[in-house]
């Protein structure tokens, strides 16, 4: 193609989750609340991990940082989606489009991380509880979370590189409510095969160390739970178990399902609500599943609202 009878765009147009009208508002009253619920859950963990000293441990260091990432991580694209909602002005400049292609990728593989971090937290936990403190010391925990952020850094920039080498001419509508990788490659009037690449290799790297790390330390998990003599403490293990499996089989399939589809597959709009799962529902429930099976957290919780009672 010519470069010169190429006009390229300087603002994106969001399609949304509908097109309808009619529930434009109703949308942006749910949106609204999962956001606030998501900021006040998350913040309120944060906040109670940090002042309470018991709950300096691996897991609530853990869980400061997943907290972290969820408010920062739903907040990359929420404010914008519920402007739009209102307002009707669904643009967004070429510039902002690439800074929210860069920090949804940067927050969406520290989140897969930070979880995987956590099921081995668990496992040790579990499985090796008299060596529980020697093989999760501090720096090992640091290490851990350096390593996941120094990843999803490493993967925002490639993400983020391979976008803006691209070429985009007169269409400029997305059809998405944030600018995503998929829709944006339909966009393209250039080449996306290395773009394509780059996805399949990342992804394929990221599922295959993190599920595979989920699956063993949860496989281990669920073997001593079965060697629990207590019938009620059994059944208190896996209930906690089970539903820490479920947030993170969630998260893990709805993102597979969208970056695994064919860029050229002309409907998104089962990618648009399987996004909704992994960018508003699963950081709206992790504090919820993690905090409240946690036994520390939860008398810690009592406490400050017993002090802040009286």
């Known amino acids: 193609?010519?470069?010169?009878?190429?006009s390229f765009v300087n603002e994106f147009i969001l399609v949304g989750l509908t097109d309808k009208p009619e529930l434009q508002m109703p949308l942006f009253f749910l949106f609204l609340g999962m956001y606030m619920a998501t900021v006040l859950e998350n913040l309120c963990l944060i906040i109670l991990t940090?002042?309470?000293?018991?709950?300096h441990?691996?897991?609530s260091f853990f869980l400061f940082n997943l907290s972290l990432i969820d408010i920062c991580y739903c907040s990359v694209f929420t404010p914008k989606m519920l402007m739009n909602f209102?307002?009707?002005?669904?643009a967004i400049s070429y510039m902002g489009c690439m800074t929210q292609v860069y920090f949804f990728c940067f927050f969406v593989v520290s989140e897969c991380y930070v979880l995987t971090s956590m099921a081995y937290d668990r496992y040790m936990a579990i499985c090796n509880p008299l060596l529980y403190?020697?093989?999760m010391p501090p720096k090992l925990c640091l290490i851990l979370m350096f390593g996941s952020y120094f990843i999803a850094f490493s993967n925002a920039i490639a993400h983020t590189v391979c976008m803006l080498r691209l070429s985009f001419c007169d269409a400029n509508t997305i059809n998405h409510y944030f600018c995503d990788i998929s829709p944006l490659l339909q966009l393209s009037c250039s080449s996306t095969y290395v773009n394509e690449l780059v996805i399949f290799v990342v992804m394929s790297i990221n599922i295959i160390v993190s599920t595979s790390t989920l699956f063993?330390?949860?496989?281990?998990?669920?073997?001593s739970i079965f060697h629990i003599s207590s019938s009620e403490g059994r059944s208190k293990a896996f209930g906690?178990?089970?539903?820490?499996?479920?947030?993170?089989?969630?998260?893990?399939?709805?993102?597979?399902f969208v970056y695994f589809k064919p860029s050229s597959d002309g409907s998104v709009n089962e990618g648009k609500i399987s996004s909704v799962l992994y960018t508003s529902v699963v950081p709206m429930m992790n504090p919820l599943i993690y905090s409240?099976?946690?036994?520390?957290?939860?008398?810690?919780?009592?406490?400050?609202?017993?002090?802040r009672t009286f």
Do not use: Q, W
């Open 133 to 135: 403190n020697v093989v």
């Open 50 to 55: 940090v002042m309470n000293s018991h709950l």
């Open 240 to 256: 906690t178990c089970s539903s820490h499996f479920f947030a993170v089989s969630l998260f893990f399939s709805s993102g597979a």
């Open 86 to 90: 209102v307002l009707r002005e669904n």
């Open 57 to 59: 441990t691996p897991m």
């Open 216 to 223: 063993i330390s949860y496989g281990y998990i669920l073997s």
């Open 1 to 6: 193609m010519n470069s010169a009878n190429v």
């Open 292 to 307: 409240l099976r946690n036994k520390d957290i939860k008398v810690a919780l009592r406490k400050a609202l017993i002090n």
